[in-house]
Nanobody, 113 residues
Framework: VQLVESGGGLVQPGGSLRLSCAASGFTFSRYFMRWYRQYPGKERELVAQISSPGGSTTYADSVKGRFTISRDNAKNTVYLQMNSLKPEDTAVYYC???????WGQGTQVSVSS
């Protein structure tokens, strides 16, 4: 099982980023997928979830209306479109397959002017 996140970077407040998570080693379409984020010295917090094979999504209150989770089962990839970014969105972002105890390396998102 492998999860590889990408797409992070430095962006100004109000900007956008699209994170990707490429999955391998399991039947991707059968698993709910999540995005988490982690601030330094803090526990990971759930940002968004998408059902399997897709269509149902849930979000943390702090990102509702700004972030969108989606998946492409043909590409074994889950995405997180992040709009109207705020400095408090600065964190390392991880994807996670619900039921599989594997984390990727994460991707750093920094929002600063």
């Amino acid at each position: 099982v492998q999860l590889v996140e990408s797409g992070g970077g430095l962006v100004q407040p109000g900007g956008s980023l699209r994170l990707s998570c490429a999955a391998s080693g399991f039947t991707f379409s059968r698993y709910f997928m999540r995005w988490y984020r982690q601030y330094p010295g803090k526990e990971r917090e759930l940002v968004a979830q998408i059902s399997s094979p897709g269509g149902s999504t849930t979000y943390a209150d702090s990102v509702k209306g700004r972030f969108t989770i989606s998946r492409d089962n043909a590409k074994n990839t889950v995405y997180l479109q992040m709009n109207s970014l705020k400095p408090e969105d600065t964190a390392v972002y991880y994807c996670f397959a619900v039921g599989l105890l594997t984390w990727g390396q994460g991707t750093q998102v920094s929002v600063s002017s």
